[in-house]
């Protein structure tokens, strides 16, 4: 292949403006001094009605959501607010033509614009989860007493070799659309399908559920023109799709990682690829290979990197290279710990990962929770990385900055794209209020997401996903894993 260099291009939307300034916190409010109309107030009466019928979706062009009154928003950016996280009290958060207008006190609400009361609850930009595969929903909970090694030989590589488009299309809904109730509303999701029409139903999954996605390809072969295919027929055509290369760096595959290499640098996009999971692993010098093609840089992100030592560490971290955690899985598989803080101490810019069916479950409040107990578990020290907030920001804007495209999301900073989590602490498993940002990790699970935004069109609105029948989701993916099983 013809290799044209071209400047580090970040995924994302096509739509997403560039980097914006930071405003002051007054600038924020500067502008905004638009006639008070009549707002639709979606409070009581509109939860009544939800209840009562299916809810309505949003059109997201030219519309405008107000946000009232949360009792905390976490900005994570210091410049709007308290603290790492930008925290800032009893606070509303506007949302205009899909992107974060502003965020502060008592703003005025635009002709026509819709009011979301969010008094007593939590506002946050919503969760970037950098590794997953979505597909792997077909065997959740299946070889729970294996290892990577088993796991992949008995339940991933014959459940992946039954998918047919239409139980493809089955299971990438329901995993997406449990991603997005769970406040995750931008993924990347590392497939390695390889027929055509079957990537093609994949896409269009993603795609119809409405979450910002990356899909990253793992061609079996170097077939240039099958990856860029995709990326432009399939990917590229989705306003909130974006495309990376995967690949596995081994000794034994160098030729083909070189290949995925080539592709994605003609194309302008991350590579990304699994690296060290296992100690077995190691003869492979995964970090040694995307050394020699060329590809240590901040357009590469690696999964698991749990076996890494001191060397390869300083050599991601000199060479801006991007990590991918993955707590639950990790535990999962017994694969063993990520040495977090040394990549932190480090300066490695790392996001977190459900990783699909090795995890079972969508929930970033886990996932959270796990990373920091996994430290101190095995540090016995408290005050070990990550903290709280260190996971908040992981979870978010780390997360963002892991993939390249903060310049987009993972903040409310004015003129980044409307991706929002709200959530409910008024429950039994989250009240009484002592600290929410602390109970925000420790006590939040995904029935605490009380709405989800992305590019301020609403997916989740009072606890429920909008204008999606779940219960028809849910019978189509049992009725897709029965063929399966009656395939096998």
């Known amino acids: 292949m013809e290799l044209r260099p ?17 405003p002051s916190r007054r600038g924020l409010l500067a502008g905004l001094g638009v006639a008070v109309a009549a707002p639709l107030v979606l409070g009581s009466t509109a939860r ?41 009290r009893n606070a509303d958060v506007l949302m205009r033509d899909g992107a974060i207008a502003a965020v502060g ?18 506002v946050m930009p919503g969760f970037v989860d950098v590794h997953t595969h979505l597909w792997q929903t077909s065997i959740r909970g299946g070889c729970a007493d294996r290892d990577l090694f088993g796991w992949l030989e008995r339940c991933n590589a014959p459940g992946r070799n039954r998918l047919t488009p239409a139980t493809v299309y089955s299971f990438v809904r329901l995993a997406a659309l449990d991603a997005a109730q769970s406040g995750v509303t931008t993924l990347v999701d590392w497939v390695d399908i390889f027929a055509y029409d079957t990537i093609e139903s994949y896409v269009r999954a ?37 495309f990376q290369v995967a690949t596995h760096a081994t000794r034994a595959n160098q030729h083909l990682n070189h290949a995925h290499w080539e592709a994605a640098q003609e194309l302008g996009v991350m590579l990304n690829s699994h690296v060290l999971e296992r100690p077995g692993q190691r003869d492979e010098d995964p970090i040694g290979v995307l050394t020699d093609i060329g590809a240590l840089g901040p357009r590469l992100l690696i999964n698991h990197a749990i076996h890494l030592t001191d060397a390869e560490i300083a050599a991601v971290a000199a060479h801006d290279t991007r990590a991918a955690h993955c707590p639950l899985s990790n535990m999962r598989l017994a694969s063993g710990i990520m040495r977090l803080p040394d990549f932190a101490r480090r300066g490695v810019k790392v996001g977190l990962g459900l990783d699909g069916g090795t995890n079972d479950t969508s929930d970033f409040h886990a996932l959270m ?13 408290a005050g070990v990385f990550p903290q709280v907030h260190d996971v908040l920001r992981m979870a978010t804007l780390g997360g963002a900055e892991a993939i390249g495209v903060d310049s987009q999301v993972g903040s409310l900073t004015p003129g980044k794209r409307a991706d929002v989590v709200v959530i409910n602490p008024a429950a039994l498993n989250f009240a009484p209020r002592v600290d929410w940002i602390n109970q925000t990790v420790f006590n939040g699970r995904p029935e605490n997401v009380h709405a989800v935004f992305v590019d301020g069109r609403p997916l989740k609105l009072d606890g429920r996903l909008v204008d999606v029948d779940t219960d028809r989701v849910v019978r189509e993916a049992e009725a897709a894993a029965t063929r399966l099983r009656e395939a096998a």
């Open 105 to 122: 006190s008592g703003l005025p609400v635009p002709s026509g614009a819709r009011v979301v009361d969010t008094s007593g609850k939590v």
């Open 48 to 88: 009544t009605a939800a209840r009562s019928g299916p809810a309505q979706p949003f059109d997201p062009v030219g519309r405008t959501t107000l946000l009232r009154g949360a009792s905390l928003v976490l900005t994570m950016d210091p410049a709007l607010g308290d603290g790492p996280l930008g925290a800032v």
């Open 369 to 381: 929770k796990t990373a920091i107990g996994l430290q101190r578990a095995r540090s016995t020290d």
């Open 6 to 22: 071209s400047a580090p291009s970040a995924p994302g939307s096509p739509s997403a403006p560039g980097s914006p300034s930071t």
């Open 206 to 242: 993603l795609a119809d559920t409405g979450v910002r996605f990356t899909y990253a390809m793992f061609p079996p072969r170097p077939d240039a023109t099958l990856v860029t295919k995709v990326k432009k027929e399939l990917v590229d055509p989705a306003p909130l799709g974006s």
